[in-house]
Every structure is written in structure tokens, then in C-alpha cells.
Nanobody, 115 residues
């Protein structure tokens, strides 16, 4: 079992920045992927960004150039630096941990971009 604890959500004005963090604990595999998905009201959950243990990253087109994902593999943490935030980035952001045979979601953290 893996447990995920997210932090860093909140309210920010358009054009502002936020940093989300997620810490994993428990039975952590040496090979895994961690990342962030988001779900806005009335919409399906969508991928935002992921990063593997060897540093490979993947971003949604809508956040490329604005968001940066990073991880500390030794500490089992992943962070999402979000810059130039837009109202359409408003959503609940979920941390996700996955291996070939297992996946775990965090409880989510609200990000609201509004003036």
C-alpha cells in the first residue's frame, strides 16, 4: 500500500503562481511514475503532468510552458510548479502514484484561479 499526501492548493489571481506538493509513503517501488491529474466541475479527470523515476516527463498540451513537474526520488515527493495560471486551470488536483500493476490516488487539493 502507498499513501499520498498533497499540499499547496489555494486561491490565486489569473497570472499568478502556485506550487503543489505530494509525498508518498509506504511500499514504494524503485520504478514508478508520479504525477498530477485534475478534475474541473462537470468535466472528466484529465492528466496534467507525470514524471517517472528516471526523469521522463509528460505534460498536457494545455499546460506546456506554464507548469513544471519535478520529483525527489530519494524522498518520494513530487511537485508541480504552476505559473501563469488561468481561470480554466481551476480544478481539484490529484496526485497519482503508479507502477505497472498498481495505482494510487491522493485525496485532491483545490486550485481556484479567480480575480
Amino acid at each position: 500500500q502507498v499513501q499520498l499526501v498533497e499540499s499547496g492548493g489555494g486561491l490565486v489571481q489569473p497570472g499568478g503562481s502556485l506550487r503543489l506538493s505530494c509525498a508518498a509513503s509506504g511500499s514504494i517501488s524503485t520504478i514508478n511514475a508520479m504525477g498530477w491529474h485534475r478534475q474541473a466541475p462537470g468535466k472528466q479527470r484529465e492528466l496534467v503532468a507525470t514524471i517517472t523515476t528516471d526523469g521522463a516527463t509528460n505534460y498536457a498540451d494545455s499546460v506546456k510552458g506554464r507548469f513544471t513537474i519535478s520529483r525527489d526520488t530519494a524522498e518520494n515527493t513530487v511537485a508541480l510548479q504552476m505559473n501563469s495560471l488561468k481561470p480554466e486551470d481551476t480544478a481539484v488536483y490529484y496526485c497519482r502514484y503508479s507502477t505497472t500493476y498498481y495505482a494510487r490516488w491522493g485525496r485532491g487539493t483545490q486550485v481556484t484561479v479567480s480575480s
